[in-house]
C-alpha cells in the first residue's frame, strides 16, 4: 500500500480519532482537526512527523479553505479527506428549538459541505483523490426523539449522491460512511439533549432516551474495525458510494429501505396518474 495523506476533521476522539489511528498504523500521513491545543499535542503524539495537528472549527468556512491549503502546501497533496466532524441533537421534532435545528445543520452538514469543497479544486485538479464524509446509519433511516439529527444526514446523504455523480468524471470517489451504535462518546459528551417539555411524548420517547444512554459505552461497534474498514476501501481501486458500518446498521438500513420499497410498489398506481398525457422523461 502505498503512502497516502489524509485529511480528518474532529480527530479528538471517536470515530475520527478511530480513522486518523487506522490511517497512521499503515503509514499514511494524517492532518487531524481538533478544537484545543492540548487535544493537538494529543493527536500529535500519537505518530510524531505523520499525525499533524490543526485546530479548526468547521463551520468557520474561511478557517477551514486555509486549512486544507496549509495542508496541500505544507504536508503534501492530499488523497483522502473525511468530513467526520458533528455532533448528535436527540429530542422530540416538537421539542426542539429551532435554535438548535439551525446549530446541528450548520456543524453536521454545513460543516461538512465547506471541508469537502475546499478539497475538491486540489483533487479536481489532479485527477486523482477520495472525498469521504461520516453520515450514519440515521442518513438512510430515522427514529423518533432524533429528527434534527436524522435530517442533517440525509442531507449529506443527497449531497454525498450528487458530488459522487459530478466528480466520477474526474477519476474521483466519493463515499457516505454509514455506521451504526459504536462504542464511542457519540451518546454521551457528544451528544445534545434537548429538554423534555410536553408529557404526551413521555409513552414514547423517555424508554427510548434511557435505553441510549444505559447502552453508552457498551455499543456493538468496535472503533478500531471501522478505522481498519475505511483505511480498506481508501485503498481499492473502485471504493463503494456507501459504507455501512456495524451488523445493527444493516439490520435497520435494511427494515427502513424494504419499508420505503413496500410503500411505492403499494401507491404505484397513484403515482402514475400525476402524469401528463404527453411530457418529457428525466
Request: glycine share 10%; charged share 25%.
Amino acid at each position: 500500500m502505498r503512502e497516502q495523506k489524509w485529511l480528518i476533521t474532529g480527530v479528538s476522539t471517536g470515530l475520527g480519532r478511530a480513522f486518523a489511528q487506522a490511517a497512521l498504523a499503515v503509514g499514511h500521513t494524517v492532518v487531524g482537526t481538533v478544537r484545543s491545543e492540548k487535544d493537538l499535542r494529543a493527536f500529535e503524539e500519537l505518530k510524531p512527523g505523520h499525525a499533524h495537528g490543526r485546530i479548526l472549527d468547521v463551520t468557520d468556512s474561511d478557517a477551514v479553505s486555509r486549512v486544507i491549503t496549509d495542508a496541500e502546501q505544507n504536508v503534501g497533496a492530499l488523497d483522502v479527506v473525511i468530513a467526520n466532524a458533528g455532533y448528535g441533537l436527540e429530542g422530540t421534532f416538537e421539542e426542539t428549538p429551532l435554535a438548535e435545528v439551525r446549530r446541528q445543520f450548520e456543524v453536521n452538514v454545513l460543516g461538512t459541505v465547506a471541508t469537502l469543497q475546499a478539497a475538491l479544486p486540489h483533487m479536481r485538479r489532479r485527477r486523482r483523490g477520495h472525498l469521504m464524509a461520516v453520515t450514519s446509519m440515521g442518513g438512510l433511516m430515522a427514529v423518533p426523539g432524533m429528527s434534527a439529527y436524522c435530517g442533517s444526514k440525509f442531507a449529506l446523504e443527497g449531497i454525498l449522491e450528487a458530488l459522487g455523480k459530478e466528480v466520477a468524471q474526474f477519476g474521483l470517489h466519493v463515499t457516505a460512511i454509514e455506521p451504526g451504535s459504536f462504542r464511542t462518546d457519540w451518546a454521551g459528551r457528544s451528544m445534545t439533549r434537548v429538554t423534555r417539555s410536553i408529557d404526551d411524548y413521555d409513552e414514547l420517547f423517555a424508554p427510548i432516551r434511557e435505553a441510549r444512554q444505559k447502552a453508552s459505552g457498551n455499543q456493538l461497534g468496535n472503533p478500531a474495525k471501522a478505522g481498519e474498514a475505511v483505511v480498506h476501501i481508501a485503498s481499492v481501486d473502485q471504493p463503494p458510494a456507501h459504507l455501512v458500518l456495524g451488523s445493527d446498521a444493516l439490520r435497520l438500513v435494511t427494515a427502513a429501505r424494504t419499508a420505503v420499497d413496500e410503500d411505492i410498489r403499494a401507491w404505484e398506481t397513484l403515482s402514475r396518474t400525476t402524469d401528463f398525457a404527453e411530457g418529457a422523461q428525466l
